[in-house]
């Protein structure tokens, strides 16, 4: 198998059967156990969402994403219920939610007191606990019939609550690792997932094992959200502090294009200026060479002549009013620059603050994150084992 991945990178086995899947997961713990997968590299399994559901094996570069070289124990233990007496409201409202937790109701019960002791710990550190209402997209349209009226409705496997550390919210979703597994012991694991973001490389995802249960991994998991809470608070300052640069140097970009659109505004005018001087400097020529025709007319045509007169008049006092330099001309008053005059001279910036860029940008990165986040948990691929 190594040295196909070796060479293949990946090998698909199609339409397992749920032995072959025991059996392949066997062959790949071997490999890990004694050292036969390349040094800086992993193997992966997923279970592909096609119609024969196949299995992927892969191999791929670096650590997987959810290793942790601390075992579960190394953090500091967090007393689980065994009976869900006076839970918090937000674990009461999820326990009597029958739409939310499909599962046997032996694994229902376990994953809410599971929640319940995470909820009790991170209350008594000064976290709180909220309510993760389910999106608008796993609901569906509430509608009419017969006279009857039927709500919007929905069923989730899943269970969420939010902890809020800080400035900062969290999502922790408990769920059938294996919902669709036909191996009892599989098929009874829970697993609790922080879910997806900016978290490259930090773990997000805690199950049932050999070595410890999903209980003794609680205070990995509010570790791990106090960390992402340290981190997302120094990531808030050092934001603030860029959105500050920012501000200055949006400040500076506006000020020197407002300087440059202005003398725009002022070279447009001396261009102008300059333009009606020369066309009124060729029209006084094309008056003098006219005069003189004038003057060497035959006295024959004075009904013309006077025709003639008549337009010359007009012409020289067209040309007065042309001439800039009739009068001393002052320096124009410019206007206020408008936006989109600003922009030929704000290299990248926009007009309308300094943050209009890097919100666009922040925007499309999150609504990227989100569909990332929303594809892998509705089409998978999901990783076995």
């Known amino acids: 198998m190594v040295e196909q ?5 990946q090998v698909t086995i199609s339409a397992p059967t749920e032995e072959e899947i025991t059996e392949w997961r066997r062959i790949v713990d071997f490999a890990k156990r004694h050292g036969l997968v390349p040094e800086g590299r992993r193997i992966e399994k997923q279970r592909l969402f096609n119609r024969t559901r196949d299995l992927q094996i892969s191999l791929l570069d670096g650590p997987h994403p959810n290793t942790n070289k ?19 409201p937000v674990v009461a409202a999820l326990r009597d939610d029958q739409d939310r937790l499909v599962m046997p109701a032996a694994m229902r019960r376990r994953a809410l007191l599971l929640l319940q002791g995470l909820a009790a710990e991170a209350v008594r550190r000064g976290h709180r606990v909220q309510e993760h209402p389910v999106a608008g997209r796993h609901r569906s349209h509430a509608y009419s019939y017969n006279g ?36 009892a012991d599989r098929a009874s694991k829970l697993m609790i997932d922080l879910g997806y973001g900016r978290y490259d490389g930090r773990r997000r ?12 991994t609680l205070g990995a998991v509010l570790r791990e959200i106090e960390a992402r809470a340290v981190e997302d608070a ?6 603030e502090r860029a959105q500050a640069e920012r501000k200055v140097r949006w400040q500076e970009a506006m000020d020197k294009a407002k300087e440059q659109a202005v003398e725009a505004q002022l070279a447009s005018a001396l261009t102008e200026q300059a333009r009606k001087w020369r066309e009124a400097a060729a029209l006084r020529d094309y008056c003098e060479a006219l005069e003189q025709r004038l003057a060497a007319a035959d006295g024959n045509e004075e009904e013309e002549t006077a025709s003639t ?18 009068e001393l001309p002052a320096k124009p008053t410019p206007r206020q620059p408008k936006s989109e005059e600003l922009k030929p001279y704000l290299k990248g910036w926009s007009p309308y603050g300094p943050e209009a860029v890097a919100r666009l940008l922040r925007d499309r990165e999150a609504e990227d994150s989100e569909d990332d986040g929303d594809h892998q948990h509705r089409h998978g691929p999901r990783v076995v084992g």
């Open 5 to 9: 991945l070796t060479a293949r990178r």
């Open 234 to 239: 120094q990531r808030k300052v050092d934001q």
């Open 205 to 216: 995802q805690w199950g049932d094992r050999k070595r410890w249960t999903l209980e003794d």
């Open 148 to 183: 009857q009226y039927f709500p919007s409705r929905y069923s989730r496997r899943e269970g969420e609550i939010n902890l809020s550390v800080g400035d900062f919210t969290y999502t922790v979703t408990i769920k059938r690792e294996y919902p669709q597994s036909e191996d």
């Open 309 to 326: 007169r008549e337009w010359l008049t007009w012409a020289h006092a067209y040309i007065q009013r042309l001439d800039p330099l009739q």
């Open 70 to 88: 601390e075992s579960p124990d190394e953090a500091p233990a967090v007393p689980v219920p065994s009976q869900l007496r006076s839970p918090h």
